[in-house]
Structures are given as structure tokens and as C-alpha cells.
């Protein structure tokens, strides 16, 4: 009904405002009110599958830490946490080489919109002890985590604290909203949402008679696609990320569906783990686009080196999976539990499951990869070490 007034007052809709509208509007948005990430959700993520996932990727930090030479601090960022699964894994990580970590202050940074998703990471980071904090204060609420490492909440990337940092985002960029155009005879027309007048209240998509401000801007000159999609949040986004990396140190690493640059029509909607149309019902499906990393590479403005995309089953085995799940098995008592971690390894891995479409992509500083001159630089040379994950695993 928001959505229909909305339309009938002031015309049809970008379909990014729609998927603003349709996923975080503070009453009625999907994941501030229903959020239905996880097995009884609308949708599952890896991290929500496998213990391995997110332990793979708290080693990643930790080597990058390593390879910067265990600075004496370190923040990490995590947009969009969902149920907290992913960080809760890092932290076991953290806890476990707590020995390597000792003399490092670290701090938890989470950037969530959704009221009903922080609870329950709160919930499971810190078993439920937190203070909540006065509504416009930029960090709303604060607690320990379990394992005794602060833990801040904040509603936009922009009110986490500068400082050498460690930022990730797992299926976060594929719920940014994202404009879309189609070639037509008459040149580039932008895809809008409007009021179906054969069908009342039902929604359809409809072609923008003449060129919008937007078209003008996101549509590249050299573009030899019929249709694209283009995600200008997740542009802002991914400069702010490549700006702090130059300026502070640390890394982000970004983990999506997506492609690069290739793909079309990829807007889709889940509800209950089944496809759902998008225009149906807006507010109670999660909607989606794949993330086109070639635009967030163009996006960082070489302020940062970029690593990847790169396949999620290749960065994974890079990242040493098999062994892991060997051990993992090797410690597991019963076959339930062997089964279970067989298929969560399947899901992961297998190309035609989550294994090829899912991309791994980084942004490291650039004299991570490449000395500075010498002459700029009178320290003795350390040798640089490969980026974990990006390049395969070397076991000595
Ligand atoms: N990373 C988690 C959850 C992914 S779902 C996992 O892998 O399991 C997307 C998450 O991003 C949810 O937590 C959702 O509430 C949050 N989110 C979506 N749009 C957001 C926005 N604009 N700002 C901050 N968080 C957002």
C-alpha cells in the first residue's frame, strides 16, 4: 500500500528505489522486519552451512595481519553481519591462536540496519549482554563478546572509527539497490516500476519514455550489452573501503554472487528458499542482484591494489578446506555428523551449487603486492608473501 501511494503521487519508480524501499524501509523493509537469513529463513548463506567457512576466513585475516607485520591494533569491519554466524567463527579463530594475538588490541565493528537482525547477533556474540545506546547516537548499541573482545554496532559504515582495519562483507553488496537499463531502438531506456492499469494494485515494469539522470550517468560509452545493471550504492561503498585501505592499512575482503561485468537480468526475489517474483508482495521475499566486481574494481579508482573475483571453491581450497575437513572429520564421533559435514563441504564447493558462482575479491594496499622504490624506502626489503586464498596453497 506504502508502495502504491507512493506510485500514484509521484509517478512510476527507479528499481532501485523500489529494492530501497522493499529492503530496509524502517517499518515495512525486509530485513528490518523479517530478515530471514538462515535454514528457517528465505535463504541460506555459507557461513549459516559451515563452521569451516568463516574460520577459513579469520586465518585470512590473520595471515594479512601477519603479512603487515603484526601491527599492535586492529579493528574488524563486518557489513551486513546477518545472525552473526561468520564473526562468531573469526572470534573461535582469534580465540584458538590467542597466543599469536595476545599483545593485539582488537575490536568488533558491525554495520547493521536492521533492528531485529542485531538482536540476534547480540544474542550470539555476546549471549545477549548488551547496552543500548540513545537512537541517534551513531553507535547504537555496545557489548563483549564472548571471548572478551569489544563489540560496537553502528547503522552506516561511515560512523565506524578510522584505523588500521580488517573489513568484510559476505552477500552484502547483492542487497544494495541497483538501476536498470535496456537498449532500445531510441538509445538507452531506463527500467522503471509502475502500477499495472489492467490489474489493479499489481505492479509491472515499464520502459522510461526518455533518458533519467541516472542512465546519463551509470551507462559506460563502450557498453555492449542489451541490458545492465548498475549498483551506484555499492560504488560509493567500495570507494569509501578503497579510501580507508589506502589511508589506514588492512584489507577488505568481499565474498558474492557476481560476475564480472558479463551478466544481464539477474534481479531475483526468495522467499521460503524458492525463487519469488520481485514485484509480488514487496517487503516479505528477499530481493537481489548479482554484484558486478568489475565495476567495483573500476570503482576503487586504483587507491587500492584489487585481488580476484576469484571462484569461492577456489579461494577456499587455496585456503587449505580439504585439510581442515580432514581434521574435522577425524574428530567427529558419529556419522550424522561426518554426513553432515560431507554435504555443508558439497554446498561450498561444488560448482553447481555454491562452488562457481559465489566470488571471492580483495582490496589490499598497494605495497602489499609491490615494494615501494628503494630510494624511498632506506629500510631493509622483507620479502613479500602471496595474498592468502588468491593463489594456491603451498604446504611445507
Ligand atoms: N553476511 C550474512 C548475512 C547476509 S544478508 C551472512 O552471510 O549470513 C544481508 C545483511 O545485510 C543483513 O544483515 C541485512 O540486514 C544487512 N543489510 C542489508 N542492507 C543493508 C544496508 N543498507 N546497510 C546495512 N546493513 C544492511
Redesign the pocket.
Known sequence: RHLLLKLRASGPLTVAEYMREA??NPGQGY??RR?G?GESGDFI????MSQVFGELIGIWYISEWMAAGKPKAFQLV??????G??TDDILRVFKQLASLLSKCDISIHL????PR?SEIQAQMLTGGKVQSSPRDDAVYMKGISKTGIPISWY??IQDVPQGYSFYLA???FD??PIHKFQRTEKGWREVLIDEDPEVPDQLRFVLAPSSTPAMQNFIQPEETREHVEVCP?AGVLIQRLAHRVEKDGGAALIADYGHDGTKTDTFRGFQNHKPHDVLKAPGTADLTADVDFSYLRKMTQGRTATLGPIKQREFLKNMGIDLRLQVLLQNSQDTATQEQLHHSYDMLMNPKKMGDCFKFFALVPHHRLTHPDQKDNPQPRVPLVPVAGFSELSVK
Open positions: 529492503l530496509t530485513y528490518t530478515g537469513v548463506t555459507s557461513p549459516e563486518e557489513l551486513g553481519p546477518g545472525r554466524s561468520l554495520v547493521e540496519v536492521s537482525l547503522r552506516d559476505h552477500e552484502f542487497a544494495l550504492e
